[in-house]
Structure formats: structure tokens, C-alpha cells
């Protein structure tokens, strides 16, 4: 199981990034994919997260409404799409897969495998 971030980068406040995960070695039907981020001085947090089975989408206050989640099946990749950014979405996002209820899908430790993280900075 093996995720790649990418798409990161520097963007204006109130700009728009679109990154990307994307998945080798297993089938993302029998996964959710979780993006969480971390600020520096920060704990990791939920960002938000998009499970195959029954096309549950899941996203952190902070987040809903501008941020969106979404998938490719014949790239087997999931995109997080991030609008009206702001200064305090800049950290490094990482996305993961998860397999366990989905009770637990906002818990980092719950999550398996996890990409290498791409970082966003959001500056004017």
C-alpha cells in the first residue's frame, strides 16, 4: 500500500490548490482516503476524507465549504480540492487509508498507510 501527495505549493490568500493521492498496490474501493495536515507548532488534525463503499464524505469545520474531496477511479486517485484559502491552511497535508470503522475516520492513529505530505503555504 503506497500513497503519493503532491500539488502543494505557495498560493494567495483566498486562491485555490488541488492536490492529489494518488494510490498503488491496493484498490481504494476497500479504503477511505483521509487528508490531515499539519501546521508548524501544530498536532496533525483532520482535514477530511471520502470512503468508496456507500460514498461517505467526511470534513472538518474548518474546512467545509470550501475544500472538497473527490476521486478518480482509473487513476485510482482521490484530489482535495481547496478554495478560498487562508493563512491558516498553510501547513503540510498529507493523505492516508483507512480501513477501520467509520467511527474512528477523524483519528489519525486509525489510519494505516500515509503519504509523504506535500506542503501548502497560503501568503501574500
Known amino acids: 500500500v503506497q500513497l503519493q501527495a503532491s500539488g502543494g505549493g505557495l498560493v494567495q490568500p483566498g486562491g485555490s490548490l488541488r492536490l492529489s493521492c494518488a494510490a498503488s498496490?491496493?484498490?481504494?474501493?476497500?479504503?477511505?482516503i483521509g487528508w490531515f495536515r499539519q501546521a508548524p507548532g501544530k498536532e496533525r488534525e483532520f482535514v477530511g476524507a471520502?470512503?468508496?463503499?456507500?460514498?461517505?464524505?467526511y470534513y472538518a469545520d474548518s474546512v467545509k465549504g470550501r475544500f472538497t474531496i473527490s476521486k478518480d477511479n482509473a487513476k485510482n486517485t482521490v484530489y482535495l480540492q481547496m478554495n478560498s484559502l487562508k493563512p491558516e491552511d498553510t501547513a503540510v497535508y498529507y493523505c492516508?487509508?483507512?480501513?477501520?470503522?467509520?467511527?474512528?475516520?477523524?483519528?489519525?492513529?486509525?489510519?494505516?498507510?500515509w503519504g509523504q505530505g506535500t506542503l501548502v503555504t497560503v501568503s501574500s
Open positions: 471520502f470512503r468508496w463503499s456507500g460514498g461517505y464524505t
Open positions: 498496490g491496493f484498490t481504494l474501493d476497500d479504503y477511505a
Open positions: 492516508a487509508a483507512h480501513r477501520g470503522p467509520l467511527s474512528t475516520i477523524r483519528d489519525d492513529t486509525s489510519y494505516d498507510s
